[in-house]
């Protein structure tokens, strides 16, 4: 949730080449934005926000409240049990299904509400914007290229680090019992083991390095 001021400007830029549609040179005419794309500009800023609030309660690590509650249950109550990654995931995972459909549903019928076209004329405008929302999207995908050998490796180091979340404690113990002292393992022990393999994991596979020599 801290990081949605990040992400809303993320959501900025990417309604910035909306405002463009499908021209290029929309940097030479100014910050105006056409009408027919406004709609679509709020529409994904909402969307980051509501976004950024139900994947902040989804995850113990969404948000620092939810850290703060795990580090004072014990505090505060010695006999309470232990808060885990994946007992809170699956406390607040279907009240974020929930909620993001609800917040999918007012976004669409609010601002892209599916509307029948009151003539044929109008319904080809409608098939013009919607092609033109699909070019910048299709342009903008192109623009990122293949995936990087660099950005694969932060992928599957972040698929780790939920996978030791969801299963330093479980039914049968957990990857954390395997240790000499389990109860000095938490799940930000699993976080600095994958951020110091982030650290020393090269950025470019072996093979480039042999060809750059």
Sequence with gaps: EEGGGGHLKLGHCVS?????????SASERGPSVPSRFSEMRKALA????YSANIGGVVTLTGTMPNLVYQGQLPLLFE???AVTFAQWFAFAAPYGCVMFVISFLILSFKFCPPTCPPSPSSASSHRTIDAEHCSVLVRENEALGK???AEIVVMCHGGVLVLLWF???????????????PGYVTDGT???????????W????WWKREEER
Excluded: C, H, Y
Aim: no cysteine; hydrophobic share 45%.
């Design 46 to 49: 909402l969307g980051v926000a």
């Design 147 to 149: 995936l990087r050998f």
């Design 167 to 181: 299963t330093r404690t479980s039914i049968g113990g957990g990857w954390s019992q395997l240790l000499p002292e």
């Design 79 to 81: 006999n309470a049990p």
């Design 190 to 200: 699993a976080a600095i083991l994958v951020s110091l393999s982030m650290f020393l």
């Design 16 to 24: 910035m080449q909306f405002a463009s549609g499908s021209d290029d």
């Design 202 to 205: 090269p950025a470019k596979p």
